[in-house]
């Protein structure tokens, strides 16, 4: 089954021969940034957009940000016939995968699309929901990531991701979540010379005193004895 691509951009013209260029894949055209988001919507229905920085109504770094807050493991390629200073900061601080100039180069851009899928394959090619969720909390574990966002990304409702989340993993989100921060934390004690504090926001709790409690509980050590006790063995 090919991948998908969906092209954002208000030229039709532009829309239609670009999507001949790129037979090799099914795509989908949106003329406008609420017809993209209609057809984002549907779960699982897109592998990568094609995004135009000029849009009706809505810039394209603009709509960006909102699909990389939706829908992350989704590969985003900007493209430009105005690639300004601001135009290119503002695709990078919006998280775009990648940045293509108009005129379109299209070896250019089958290259970059080929990797990136390629890349996000590891993600697309899990055999089921139990491995794709692992490695996207796993390659997420420095970042706060609530129920709400699972769901969002499965495109399930938050109260059937969370009872869906407890019965593949064996135990609730939550739980599962302050485990993976505990051995990230192990790994930091160990290997680093971070202040605790360092430590507790880059697994972001914002109260160091909180992860100081939750890692005793979890290891019956303090980090502080957790630490000596990695170097001195």
């Given at each position: 089954m090919p991948?998908?691509?969906l ?8 829309c239609?021969e670009?999507?001949?260029t790129?037979d090799e894949?099914?795509?989908k055209?949106?003329?406008s940034p609420?017809q993209?988001?209609?057809i984002l919507?549907?779960p699982?229905?897109?592998d ?16 960006l940000k ?7 493991r ?10 300004s ?6 695709a ?5 995968d990648d940045?293509?100039?108009?005129p379109?180069?299209?070896i ?6 080929q990797n ?5 394959g ?11 969720l ?5 390659k997420?574990e420095?970042k706060k ?10 495109g399930?409702?938050p109260?059937?991701?969370?009872r869906l ?6 135990t609730?989100f939550?739980?599962?979540?302050v ?16 202040p ?16 100081v409690?939750?890692?005793?509980k979890k ?6 004895q ?8």
């Amino acid at each position: 089954m090919p991948f998908t691509l969906l092209i954002i951009d208000d030229d039709r013209i532009f829309c239609d021969e670009l999507c001949e260029t790129l037979d090799e894949y099914e795509t989908k055209i949106a003329l406008s940034p609420q017809q993209a988001l209609e057809i984002l919507s549907a779960p699982n229905s897109v592998d990568l957009v094609l995004l135009d920085v000029r849009l009706p109504g809505m810039w394209g770094t603009e709509l960006l940000k909102i699909i990389k807050s939706r829908y992350s493991r989704i590969s985003v390629i900007i493209m430009t016939a105005f690639a300004s200073k601001e135009v290119i900061v503002g695709a990078l601080r919006n998280q775009a995968d990648d940045f293509v100039e108009k005129p379109i180069d299209i070896i250019q851009l089958k290259e970059r699309i080929q990797n990136l899928l390629e890349t996000s394959g590891e993600i697309t090619n899990c055999s089921n929901d139990v491995e794709y969720l692992k490695y996207y909390l796993q390659k997420n574990e420095d970042k706060k990531i609530e129920i709400d966002d699972l769901a969002r990304l499965m495109g399930y409702t938050p109260k059937y991701m969370s009872r869906l989340f407890k019965q593949k993993m064996g135990t609730t989100f939550i739980e599962y979540r302050v485990n993976q921060k505990v051995e990230r934390a192990k790994r930091l004690l160990s290997t680093t010379d971070w202040p605790i504090k360092r430590i507790a926001y880059s697994i972001t709790y914002e109260n160091p005193e909180s992860f100081v409690r939750i890692f005793k509980k979890k290891t019956g050590y303090t980090p502080s004895q957790y630490r000596n006790k990695a170097i001195s063995s």
